[in-house]
């Protein structure tokens, strides 16, 4: 009996062992095979009923049905090319360049991103894509731009600006500081041109330093910088140097070309 106990004993550490040795490389470049198809049902296949995923913007997806969303939208123009697997007991890892439409709108095509499965069994229980410091950077700053300078929301600068934000700019006397100064800036500027909007034409990025040269443009419609408005459309150069750090800018330093400002009279 007691032979017997120890050989049931001995097959359940050698099954264990097995599983822990089995070779979950070739899943991982199914999952990219299935991306590059744009085989998404294929794709969600591989997820477990309650599959969490982490996306690059930091955005997390819970259940097969919303990673299978988020994927969806991510289709077009898409293409991964993946290299570095390994494997640590039942979690792989894999660096990737990853190509999409949506990432290319972004000005941020391709994304350099770190990637990591978890399986339970054959399913993918948990899915993680990071970004390199630097492309991270460039996101956090679009995103910025998707969010308070085009979109107005003066909530939102909390998620992007840390509270003691060091000012490098000139700004008028009496002006508040750190993330109190940004939320004022730009209460300030929507509230003149509250069409306004800006489009970023050169990205940079070089360590926690991100560089954005953009155009911005809208109707003066309230007063700015105690001048009154003109209610003509005025068009200006705006560059902007923000320092990172744990995701927030805490520097910031910027210049707007008001030289080369353009205007014309409203039709509206």
């Not at 060091?166 to 500027?189: C, D, N, R, T």
């Not at 005025?234 to 210049?255: F, P, Q």
């Amino acid at each position: 009996m007691k032979a017997i106990i120890v050989l049931f004993i001995s097959a359940l550490v050698l099954a264990g062992c097995a599983g822990q040795n089995r070779d979950l490389v070739p899943l991982g470049k199914q999952l990219d095979a299935y991306a590059n198809a744009h085989n998404i049902d294929g794709f969600a296949g591989m997820l477990a009923d309650d599959a969490i995923a982490k996306a690059p913007d930091g955005t997390v997806h819970k259940s097969k049905d919303s990673v299978k969303a988020w994927m969806s939208g991510m289709m077009s123009g898409f293409h991964v090319d993946s290299r570095g697997w390994q494997q640590s007991g039942d979690t792989i890892s894999w660096m990737s360049t990853v190509r999409s439409d949506a990432f290319a709108v972004m000005g941020v095509n391709p994304l350099q991103v770190n990637t990591m499965a978890v399986f339970a069994g054959d399913k993918i229980h948990y899915f993680e894509a990071n970004l390199d410091e630097e492309t991270a950077g460039k996101m956090l700053f679009l995103r910025f731009y998707n969010d308070v300078v085009n979109g107005g929301n003066i909530n939102a600068i909390d998620k992007y600006v840390a509270e003691d934000l060091i000012e490098h700019q000139v700004l008028p006397p009496g002006a508040s500081k750190g993330l109190a100064g940004v939320k004022w800036y730009f209460k300030m500027i929507h509230e003149a041109y509250p069409d306004l909007h800006g489009t970023p034409s050169l990205v940079l990025a070089d360590g926690d330093k991100v560089f954005v040269y953009a155009t911005w443009e809208g109707t003066n419609k309230g007063r700015f910088m105690g001048k009154s408005p003109t209610n003509k459309r005025t068009s200006w150069g705006v560059v902007d140097v923000i320092r990172i750090v744990d995701g927030k800018a805490v520097e910031h330093w910027g210049w707007e070309d008001e030289t080369g400002a353009t205007e014309q009279s409203s039709s509206k």
